[in-house]
């Protein structure tokens, strides 16, 4: 993910993004390089139009807003899930301790 915030700082900046400048960025910042995914970045970014890209990753969260209300039903489903896992836990102590015990005879 850095290195894709490193070539959205360089466009910011007006700055082209190219391997050189996105090594400097995240050597900057104190990020071990990668040459090789730094050239993959570098590649994939070439013939983009990020500021296309950004526009349309800003109208995004209009479908990630519904997400959350289809996790709020499936709540107490979880909550009997949970419920259930100290039980099992219980059983899988009592039968550690039973092997225990025949360690000591």
Same mark, same amino acid.
């Given at each position: 993910?850095?290195?894709?915030?490193?070539?959205? #700082?360089?466009?910011? &900046? /007006?700055? *082209?993004?190219?391997?050189?400048?996105?090594? +400097?960025?995240? =050597?900057?910042? /104190?990020?071990?390089?990668?040459? %090789?995914?730094?050239?993959?970045?570098?590649?994939? #970014? *070439?013939? $983009?139009? $990020?500021? *296309? @890209?950004?526009?349309? +990753? !800003?109208? &995004?969260?209009?479908?990630? @807003?519904? !997400?959350? @209300?289809?996790? =709020?039903?499936? !709540?107490? !489903? @979880?909550? &009997? %899930?949970?419920?259930? %896992?100290?039980?099992?836990?219980?059983?899988?102590?009592?039968? /550690?301790?039973?092997? #225990?015990?025949? #360690?000591? /005879?």
């Amino acid at each position: 993910m850095e290195y894709i915030y490193a070539a959205l #700082l360089l466009y910011k &900046a /007006g700055k *082209e993004i190219k391997e050189e400048s996105v090594k +400097a960025v995240l =050597t900057a910042a /104190g990020i071990a390089v990668d040459d %090789a995914r730094v050239k993959a970045l570098v590649a994939a #970014l *070439e013939g $983009i139009n $990020i500021e *296309e @890209a950004i526009s349309k +990753a !800003a109208a &995004a969260p209009v479908a990630i @807003a519904v !997400a959350p @209300a289809a996790a =709020t039903a499936g !709540a107490p !489903a @979880a909550a &009997a %899930a949970e419920e259930a %896992a100290p039980e099992e836990k219980k059983e899988e102590e009592e039968s /550690g301790m039973a092997g #225990l015990g025949a #360690l000591f /005879g």
